[in-house]
């Protein structure tokens, strides 16, 4: 029997803590990826992003025990988040203007055959919203600051304003990048106040 891998346990880049500003070396990483735009409580898109993402993952994962005899845990929901202003996030906190990207990380040895191999046993089961959108694609961000949010998503504001005004410039560090939320809570499972969700901010350091 094959171990199952459970990155939220593997990887030092999905730890954080409450409290604690963490600057830290993100490894350039693969995840399926659909775009979106709009209040995720209330935008149809963002619904039906969901419903492409975790079919076409969870295929991969069927595959790569199957194939591959590598088994893993699929890794918890992650989103991209900006807008024109990135005050949107601190201050108004207008989702409606909110521009996203959701995503779940796959494992290197996952390769495009695969993916594509997934992508079409997902569509011969019926018709999926935007499955089409779905693409594999990697992510680096290099240097980042990360932490702990604890609570409901509308109470993240505080934390960001510390992170974005106070430790960034206090740190001789600039913001650079997307908002990359990591959902280690499942939020339609999870009352609001107990969700776990880390922050993490690209940054780049001051040139000297």
Not at 57 to 80: H, I
Not at 135 to 152: D, K, P
Not at 173 to 190: A, N, P, Q, T
């Amino acid at each position: 029997m094959t171990e199952k891998i459970d990155f939220k346990k593997t990887l030092d880049s999905y730890q954080a803590k409450r409290g604690q500003f963490r600057v830290i070396q993100i490894p350039v990483m693969r995840y399926l990826m659909i775009d979106g735009h709009g209040d995720p409580n209330t935008s149809r898109a963002y619904a039906q992003a969901l419903r492409a993402l975790y079919p076409v993952a969870y295929k991969l994962k069927f595959a790569s025990k199957r194939e591959l005899s590598r088994d893993y845990v699929v890794p918890p929901l992650e989103g991209l988040w900006w807008a024109e202003d990135m005050d949107a996030f601190t201050t108004a906190r207008d989702k409606s203007q909110w521009d996203w990207t959701l995503m779940l990380m796959v494992p290197d040895w996952i390769d495009e055959a695969m993916f594509a191999a997934a992508v079409e046993t997902v569509k011969a089961k019926g018709p999926v919203d935007r499955l089409e959108e779905v693409r594999i694609e990697t992510l680096a961000e290099g240097l980042c600051v990360q932490t702990l949010h604890v609570g409901s998503f509308d109470d993240e504001a505080a934390v960001l304003e510390e992170l974005h005004h106070e430790f960034v410039p206090s740190q001789g560090l600039s913001l650079s990048g997307k908002h990359h939320e990591i959902y280690l809570s499942d939020f339609r499972k999870v009352a609001p106040d107990r969700l776990r969700t880390i922050l993490r901010q690209p940054v780049t350091r001051a040139s000297v």
